[in-house]
């Protein structure tokens, strides 16, 4: 089978790392791929937006089947685009059409899913340049930690938590007068504070029956202790401690079965990912948010505890035959260590040569944002390498994964030191 794999991070490593095991897979290219991609496959240098191109590729290439890394093509309607093209409406591509993409795309029309199928989620509303001073004063009749999100893509930087009123007031003025996060923050949903553990569920459906994949817990904050700005992630760990028993089946009664069952009732073509961002309050889950795509880092711990063969999960998938479809899962535990350029999330350099991969043998070295120049491997990006390991406990799989992250260096190069110690 030959596959087209669209996107160009940690996530989309993993993915190919995972599908170049399959007995089913021919040929793999990743468009546009990274440093590390062309190990499983060909690098093709076509950007996820350009249908046109990839549409063009597809057809002289007898691609069979797309996989869509990112949330941006999907959002962007690359479903809708396959399916309305007389050439290309039999090439499955993995991934929701535009309106279940929206749930991703705007966190307005999540928070309106959820409350219409009775999901459970903290209690919201959504503001706009018009009703900024509506706003502020909504955010007094709450309790403080105050939570902002901007309503559109922002590359998981859009939410703020903020402790304090008057900050929050000025936070708000930022992104809805001052376009803080661009045109993501033209509206922006203000929501209770949820108090809980925070963790991620993901799911797969064919459009009528689903499975539920290992979940994760990533950590967003650049600094130790869950400190300092948000990022797209510093680490990840899976399986979580308290997701199991009586709270998996609370997440599955509550959550995915009304969501899969809401995708139905409403609509929408939905095949593929389902990430679920949950808060655990006092043994109840609550939604945070959806993703309509893996997550990233969770992908980096999620996908390789699954022992099944991927492609043939993504061709049960595209062909609703889920029901048939046997998950195997290691038991044990994978815990990931992002290393990301100096100054990320704000700006950095690119372009440091990075040594010591080839060392790593006890584990996987995830390339996220890395470019080959000839022979060497150099930083493109602010998460540049994730190291995932695995152990029988958190604190076995944490010692290998940060005994890898010693091997490899670049100039400016930072790691957190504290993944998976709450879990502890």
Known sequence: MKILLLGSGGREYTIAWKMAQSDLLTKLYIAPGNGGTESFGENVAIKGDDFNAIKSFV??????????????????????????????????????????????????????????????????????????????????????????????????????????????????????????????????????????????????????????????????????????????????????????GDFLRKVEDRIVKPTINGFQKDGYDYIGFVFIGLMNVDGDPYVIEYNVRMGDPETEVVIPRIESDLVEMFKATATQNLANYTLNINPETALTVMMVSGGYPGSYPTGKEISGIENITDGIAIHAGTRKDNESVLTSGGRVLATTAFGSSIVEAQKKAYQMVDQVSFSGSYFRRDIGNDLL
């Open 59 to 244: 057809l002289d290439k007898n691609i069979e089947m797309v996989v869509v890394g990112p949330e941006a093509p999907l959002v962007a309607g690359i479903v809708d685009f396959f399916k309305s093209d007389n050439e290309l409406k039999n090439v499955p591509v993995i991934g929701p059409d535009k309106i279940g993409a929206t749930l991703e795309g705007s966190k307005d029309f999540a928070k309106e899913f959820m409350a219409r199928h009775e999901i459970p989620t903290a209690a919201y509303k959504t503001f706009t340049a018009s009703t900024v001073e509506d706003g502020k004063s909504f955010l007094e009749t709450l309790n403080p930690p105050y939570v902002l999100k901007a309503d559109g893509l922002a590359g998981g930087k859009g939410v703020l938590v903020l402790n304090q009123l008057d900050e929050a007031k000025q936070e708000l003025e930022s992104m809805l007068l001052e376009d803080k996060f661009g045109k993501a923050s033209s509206s922006v949903v203000i929501e209770e504070f949820l108090d809980g553990i925070e963790l991620s569920v993901f799911v797969v459906t064919d459009g009528k029956d689903y499975l539920i994949l290992p979940e994760a817990k990533d950590y967003k904050r650049i600094g130790e202790g869950d400190t300092g700005l948000n990022t797209g992630g510093m680490g990840a760990v899976s399986p979580v401690p308290f997701s199991k």
